[in-house]
């Protein structure tokens, strides 16, 4: 029982490169969420999926796209990166067994965009 | 929209001492949950502790506790007997939003434990 996890650990993209993030949990969770956490400002949700085939935005949605790929994985893609995407991107999940509304988180991105 | 204040950026304790670390929200629900997560160095996000809004009793794990005052929305952490390594950073966090929940976060107080 892995928990949530992220790869890649750590990336470097130049300005316009484009990647994907990926997370997948093995905790029968519903529900998972994409967070960038910048110095200073706590964790801001960018999208999240309430359940599989399902995504909505969350406060900084902009320059991001996502996909639930099925109940395990929701990806992350920046499709023209910007130094302002500059940024530790956490994924979480919660749902399934109780307690429910509590979010389980993976270790995290580190993303440095040039 | 929900907000979520921690008004104390830094925080120290010694060792062995007791610390209080604030954390106030804005919501007009009654439903709603509450959670400290501890982020240390490494920067896993750890759950400390867990408030449920509809219950009036303080929840309690160990060495850390909270004080919940639902009327005033004020939830604040205490960590009794600090050890070194409860140095990090702790996020207060607000959940609600059934079917489509989600946490808000405070922007954090970074706790630093002198030995």
């Known amino acids: 029982n892995a928990g949530v996890t992220q790869t890649p650990k750590f990336q470097v993209l130049k300005t316009g490169q484009s990647m994907t993030l990926q997370c997948a949990q093995d905790m029968n969770h519903n529900s998972m969420y994409w967070y960038r956490q910048d110095p200073g400002m706590g964790l801001r949700l960018i999208y999240y999926s309430a359940s599989e085939g399902t995504t909505d935005k969350g406060e900084v949605p902009n320059g991001y796209n996502v996909s639930r790929l099925n109940k395990r994985e929701f990806s992350l893609r920046l499709e023209s990166a910007a130094p302002s995407q500059t940024s530790v991107y956490f994924c979480?999940?919660?749902?399934?067994?109780?307690?429910?509304?509590?979010?389980?988180f993976g270790p995290g991105t580190r993303l440095l965009v040039l | 929209a929900q907000t979520v204040t921690q008004s104390q950026p830094e925080m120290s304790v010694q060792e062995a001492e007791t610390v209080t670390l604030s954390c106030t929200y804005d919501t007009s629900e009654s439903d709603y949950y509450l959670f400290w997560y501890k982020q240390p160095p490494s920067r896993q996000m750890i759950l400390v502790i867990r408030?449920?809004?509809?219950?009036?009793q303080n929840a309690t794990e160990n060495r850390f506790s909270v004080n919940f005052q639902k009327a005033a929305k004020s939830f604040s952490l205490k960590i009794s007997d600090s050890q070194l390594g409860d140095a990090a950073m702790y996020f207060c966090a607000y959940g609600s939003g059934g079917s489509n929940y989600k946490l808000t976060f405070g922007k954090g107080t970074l706790l630093t434990v002198n030995p």
């Open positions: 979480a999940s919660n749902g399934g067994n109780l307690p429910q509304e509590t979010q389980y």
């Open positions: 408030q449920e809004a509809y219950k009036q």
